[in-house]
């Protein structure tokens, strides 16, 4: 197992679909002016998802959350790259950092999602484990529009 795998890390459990190719740790919001509205899923009325919320949809057969943390959008499936739990249902909460002088500090509050099954974390802004890129819940564009949200397939 390479040094950065998290314990208990199956090296098959990625999952292909929605945002997971790396490439860039972009947010899941960027660039949806052009989006084809064929493309839009509706999700939730904008009114009936509250900062710091959560909801989880199926939309085209697969789950899938939107949660609101600052007033921003985020979408991941919610299966875990680990065991397929249901990671979106787990706690959300920030994580511990370190600034350059070494003074631990409280990061991403809001933005870091624990899967209830065995604890794996991840950036709800990217999809990527906290510990290892090598892993990442597949994100999806998420926009609103005219007093509703919709996620992008
Ligand atoms: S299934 Fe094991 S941490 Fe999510």
Redesign the pocket.
């Known amino acids: 197992m390479p040094d950065d795998e998290p314990a ?1 890390a199956d090296a098959d459990a990625g999952v292909e679909e929605g945002n997971t190719d790396g490439a860039d740790r972009g947010t899941a919001a960027e660039g949806l002016d052009d989006v084809d509205p064929d493309q839009l899923r509706p999700v939730i009325a904008s009114g009936e998802l509250e900062d710091g919320d959560r909801v989880i949809a199926e939309i085209d057969g697969r789950e899938i959350a939107v949660f609101r943390v600052n007033g921003e959008l985020y979408a991941l499936l919610n299966y ?6 249901p ?1 979106c249902e787990g706690l959300l909460s920030g994580t511990l950092g370190m600034d350059e002088d070494g003074t631990f500090t409280w990061d991403r509050e809001g933005k870091v999602i624990a ?6 974390e991840f950036d709800i802004t990217d999809g990527y484990h906290l510990a290892s890129e090598r892993y990442r819940i597949p994100t999806y564009p998420v926009t609103e529009r005219d007093g509703q949200i919709y996620v992008v397939l």
């Open positions: 208990g875990c790259t680990h065991q397929g739990g990671v899967c209830p099954w065995h604890g794996w």
